[in-house]
């Protein structure tokens, strides 16, 4: 169950500004369907260019019902260079704060109002800038950097948190890794690099690290293990002394010995075991 | 405020009878049914009886139940010992709609060197059984398909399944923890080889499971102690927790056809009643093959979460497959593998009721959910648009 405080419930169960402003000055759209939460804002304003009424509509959860009734409470009575100003953060921190899964509810809601904005001004809408970084909810590197950058977001669950990228299939998780360690200024790990081995030389290796790295770890319990044959990507091994004998040490044993053999020689190889 | 609790495929309500008969067992005969004394051999025999118990509930014989932690422990350790004692095969099979205690050690098996069957589901969540068949070969060291699923209620045809991977001589594990104390269920008649059931799915405490494993199936324990459970599964046993599931399972022998009869007809009128009031919901899942106490209701054009949360307001205890209760940001994977929309999917609510619901408690329900899916609409962008 989440954590939302007495706020968030407050204006989930009682949210203001509910409905739709016809003629209204600026209208901003954002989500879908398809991604769980989607927000409608809608603002009139007033002879002084002041935001006079704001009112939502929105399909999601009870905190992003919440930060959409918040953010049109905040934006009432200020001018549009104010409302500018507010930043995801201010909406959360209205609420009494959310929980951190739930952070895209406030950026939601900060990403309306923007829109609404670009939408009074006439301003073209801006254009996808940047490229598509998770296929999956259609967030772009410009901004997956600019959450980083305002939220200090410092890991990939922090990312999703916030903008949702790396929440669906998480086939990009690595590029959201680059993005964040390139907006921190880290060093980004080089790549290792893919040597492709020959067969003298897998061999050589897969020897080299069964004698170095697995048979110590297995003599010291009383165990050992012998390289019968290399067959492509199939090692075949057999396991003497406690291994042998002991039936549930057999899948730890295999897969501690593939696991080595595959960060220590190729990621493809799989170990099997020969019967005596 | 009054709990009104219609997730009885989370967990259950330890039944009275079942509390009363353990509570002796945690404080005055504590002994060790391992112990030579008589204190602790009074408590062998309390093990004993409710091992006979479960067996008689499954059409089992005592000795082919292995009592343990969890359906998650029966899960892991069937799969396991499955492997184990077919080192050479590297194809496993399951299906898509799995729960996670199957579905994440798949997932994880075929990353370390497993060559992975996921066998999809239509529309209304039924198997694909052309798909399954045409993919098992000589080298299937198992097949893992869960008797009912725990989303959609939806029931497998674990019969004729068993009947064909039998003739194939493939290890047939089913994963029965929705089933059990809601369907008769007769292992004498059912060709399963390792069948994993959870005693607080059917009003038996938390924390106690079981694992059938037919007699001749080869097996391999996964938790190497003691002689307990004959060796199958060291530890010491949780001895209220399995005189409870005992009595559970003698309880629920005797409930099954009231859960049939009466638990059904409540569903029944909840979900026709919730349909007739409310626009746009669907049933999701093949209402003709379903677990007796179990409907999964889409609202279309609301979230999952919101609806929860305002009917938690009235003490109403359901669940979501919206990604939002989850934990995560998609929808739940049982609803994606069944392809119910998107439009459908946030905003899918499951009912599951127990032998204590009341028909008060129903039409308290039907009374309340109505207006709350009228007010989240309202708060829609999409709705007026659908319309």
């Known amino acids: ?276 | 405020m009054k709990v009104i609790y219609v997730d009885n495929n989370a967990t259950t309500q330890v039944a009275p009878e079942v509390l009363e008969e353990m509570l002796p067992y945690f404080n005055e005969f504590y002994g060790n049914p391992s112990s030579m004394h008589t204190f602790g051999g009074m408590v062998e025999h309390k093990i004993v009886e409710a091992r006979e118990r479960l067996a008689g509930l499954l059409g089992a014989s005592p000795e082919e139940i292995i009592i343990n932690s969890c359906g998650t422990e029966s899960d892991s350790t069937a799969i396991r010992a499955a492997i184990l004692s077919n080192p050479d095969k590297k194809h496993i099979l399951t299906s898509r709609v799995e729960h996670p205690a199957v579905k994440n050690l798949f997932e994880y098996l075929s990353k370390n060197g497993y060559r992975v069957t996921f066998v999809p589901v239509d529309r209304k969540g039924r198997l694909d059984l052309d798909y399954l068949y045409k993919n098992l070969s000589e080298d299937t060291a198992i097949v893992s398909i869960m008797w009912a699923n725990n989303e959609s209620g939806v029931i497998f045809p674990i019969e004729e399944i068993g009947g064909v991977l039998k003739e194939k001589e493939i290890v047939f594990h089913t994963d029965a923890v929705q089933a059990v104390g809601k369907i008769p269920i007769d292992l004498k008649n059912v060709d399963v080889d390792m069948f994993s059931l959870s005693g607080h799915k059917f009003h038996g405490p938390k924390g106690v499971g079981a694992l059938y494993v037919r007699k001749g199936t080869k097996y391999s324990p996964f938790l190497i102690g003691g002689h307990q459970e004959k060796g199958r599964r060291g530890g010491t046993e949780n001895v209220a927790s399995i005189i409870g599931l005992g009595k559970a399972s003698e309880l629920a022998a005797a409930n099954l056809s009231d859960e049939s009869i009466r638990v059904k007809r409540l569903r029944d009128k909840l979900e026709t009643e919730l349909l007739n009031r409310i626009p746009n919901s669907i049933v999701n899942g093949d209402i003709e093959n379903r677990l007796p106490n179990t409907t999964s209701i889409a609202f279309e054009y609301v979230e999952g979460e919101a609806i929860l949360l305002m009917m938690d307001e009235y003490g109403i205890c359901a669940s979501s497959g919206s990604a939002c209760t989850s934990g995560s940001l998609e929808p739940s994977h049982v609803l994606r593998a069944m392809g119910v929309p998107f439009t459908a999917a946030h905003g899918s609510i499951r009912f599951s009721l127990s032998i204590y619901n009341t028909e008060e408690e129903i039409d308290f329900i039907i009374e309340k959910l109505p207006p709350i899916i009228e007010r989240l609409r309202e708060l829609s962008p999409f709705w007026k648009k659908a319309q």
């Not at chain 1, 009424?53 to 934006?75: H, N, P, R, V, Y």
């Not at chain 1, 909810?137 to 410092?154: H, M, Q, W």
Request: proline letters at 1%; a negative charge; charged letters at 30%.
């Open chain 1, 1 to 276: 169950m989440w954590e939302y405080t007495k706020t968030v419930k407050d204006h989930f169960l009682n949210p203001r500004n509910v409905g739709v402003i016809e003629n209204a000055d600026g209208v901003g759209e954002v989500g879908s369907l398809a991604c769980g939460d989607a927000l409608t804002l809608y603002f009139k304003l007033d002879e002084n260019k002041q935001i006079k009424d704001a009112k939502f509509q929105t399909f999601g959860c009870a905190s992003a019902i919440a930060s959409s009734s918040a953010l049109t409470e905040m934006i009432k009575g200020l001018t549009l260079e104010e409302a500018e100003k507010i930043t995801n953060d201010k909406i959360a921190e209205f609420l009494g704060g959310l929980p951190k899964q739930k952070m895209h509810c406030s950026v939601l809601g900060r990403d309306a109002l923007e829109k609404a904005i670009t939408n009074y001004r006439g301003e073209a809408e801006k254009k996808v800038e940047g490229k598509i970084v998770c296929e999956c909810f259609g967030v772009t590197d410009l901004e997956i950097k600019r959450a980083v950058t305002e939220n200090s977001l410092n890991s990939i669950e922090d990312v999703t948190n916030y903008v949702k990228a790396g929440g669906g299939c998480e086939s990009c998780h690595e590029n959201i890794q680059e993005i964040i360690d390139s907006t921190l200024g880290r060093e980004i790990k080089a790549k290792k690099k893919v040597i492709r081995l020959t067969n003298i030389q897998k061999i050589k290796l897969i020897e080299e690290t069964l004698e170095r790295e697995i048979k110590p770890a297995l003599k010291k319990d009383g165990g050992n293990i012998e390289l019968v044959d290399v067959d492509g990507n199939n090692v075949l091994v057999k396991l003497h002394g406690t291994c042998a004998t002991c039936s549930a040490s057999q899948i730890t044993l295999k897969h501690y010995v593939e696991s080595k053999l595959r960060e220590l020689v190729a990621p493809e190889l799989l170990v099997e075991e020969v019967q005596q």
